[in-house]
């Protein structure tokens, strides 16, 4: 569609409407369907029902819904591709707006940064953040079409798996104000390596040098800082991660300073009050397993089992080198999307694992299997319903508890056993 187009689809059709939604199983009274295709599915096949549901519009990219149900002419809006107009109609919502965005992109920790972040904010500003993991080239723009005139702060996350993708995020939010939490080594497989991962990383800092925006990093970090000093057009906040000091949190893990460091800049920086600042992140209690910490009654679990790579691995593993417990345990499943350096990734995880003092390993995947080679000193599990049977002939009791690995390893299923 062109300029015009989505002006008038914003004018005549959006702004009529409740909200939008590419499920055409949960279709909200009055809202804008969008039938995106998929790999299976084509969502030009259930534009229709959507509308028969309670949209108002549906938004297809096929002649198909048309012929078949001609009684529906002027509710279904011809495109030539459903995906690019969410993502144009969401550019113009947040134009539209006019509002202050800050995206947060990076290798770990954007999530709870950005809950940090949009929680601090809301002590002063009417804030909408994304909401679960509505951080790609879909969830962005349902993202943003979710604010409303009365939002005052985005908050938008921003996830990527190859170059290019942070960039498209960034031509579809158009952030005025960014963070990168840090440059890790996740997803290498579709970066094509570490160097990769800093150069699509980077690309939110290429968006803010380029119009104007702002970025907020910690001096303590070199890479970050040197990232900053080749983009010389991009205005900096440089912060000491040492105002996180004496700010109480309930989440694990000294890694997880940084992200209440940032939190704290950007909340100084928009006014926030600083016992507001203390109070927004001292409230905030982790419940989707991402540095939380369990008290089970049996166990000390430290979840940390939502997504997982070298990184965020090697963080959470020094963590647990530091706890005072005299009984460790870490459960650990493999870490996906490394291609050609999955071996030694693993290797090394292990290998840093197995320095604990007097520490039992088990490792779920055959990832992890293959770095064991063996090893005696491990116990290896071929998948996480084979770690199931075992932990339940084989009960936990008086351990503190690592459960990390990445996403599809499903290690939240051990979580009810310990």
Not at 275 to 303: H, K, L, M
Request: charged share 25%; proline share 4%; glycine share 10%.
């Amino acid at each position: 569609m062109s300029e015009t187009d989505i002006r008038e689809l914003y004018d005549n059709c959006f702004t009529r409407c409740t909200g939008v939604t590419t499920d055409s199983r949960n279709i909200p009274a009055g809202s804008m369907f969008f039938a995106l295709r998929g790999a299976s599915f084509d969502g030009n096949d259930f534009a229709a029902d959507a509308i028969d549901k309670g949209a108002s519009f549906a938004v297809v990219d096929s002649d198909e819904p048309a012929r078949r149900r001609p009684d529906l002419a002027g509710r279904l809006i011809r495109t030539d591709n459903v995906l690019g107009t969410l993502q144009a109609l969401a550019r113009h919502h947040r134009r539209t707006l006019g509002i202050p965005i800050a995206g947060i992109v990076g290798s770990n920790g954007k999530t709870t940064t950005k809950e940090l972040v949009s929680r601090v904010l809301a002590e002063k500003f009417e804030v909408y953040a994304t909401h679960g993991n509505l951080n790609n080239h879909i969830g962005v723009p349902l993202t943003l079409l979710a604010m409303t005139r009365d939002t005052e702060f985005g908050v938008v996350e921003m996830g990527a798996s190859a170059c290019g993708e942070i960039a498209l995020l960034a031509s579809i939010a158009e952030p005025n104000y960014g963070v990168i939490t840090n440059i890790g080594r996740s997803h290498l497989e579709g970066f094509g390596g570490p160097e990769g991962v800093r150069r699509g990383k980077g690309e939110l800092f290429d968006f803010l040098a380029a119009n104007g925006g702002t970025a907020f990093i910690p001096r303590e970090d070199a890479t970050l800082v040197e990232m900053a000093g080749e983009r010389p057009n991009m205005a900096v906040e440089y912060y000491p991660r040492s105002i996180a000091d004496g700010i109480d949190s309930h989440l694990e893990g000294e890694y997880n300073r940084a992200n209440i460091a940032v939190a704290v800049e950007i909340g100084t920086y928009f006014g926030v009050a600083p016992e507001r600042i203390a109070n927004a992140i001292g409230s905030y209690i982790p419940d989707n397993n991402r540095s939380q910490r369990i008290e089970s009654g049996r166990n000390t679990v430290i979840s940390d089992c939502y997504n997982a790579n070298p990184s965020s691995m090697a963080a959470a593993i020094e963590n647990m080198r530091k706890e005072t417990a005299h009984r460790k345990m870490l459960i650990l499943g493999d870490m996906l999307e490394l291609g050609e350096w999955s071996r030694d990734e693993h290797r090394r995880i292990l290998q840093s694992a197995l320095e604990i003092p007097d520490v039992r390993i088990l490792l779920v995947g055959p990832h992890f299997a293959e770095a064991a080679d063996g090893n005696a000193d491990v116990k290896c599990f071929a998948s996480t319903p084979e770690l199931l049977d075992y932990l339940k002939a084989n009960p936990v009791e008086g351990y503190t508890v690592l459960v990390k690995g990445s996403h599809s390893m499903a290690l939240e299923k051990v979580l009810k056993l310990l």
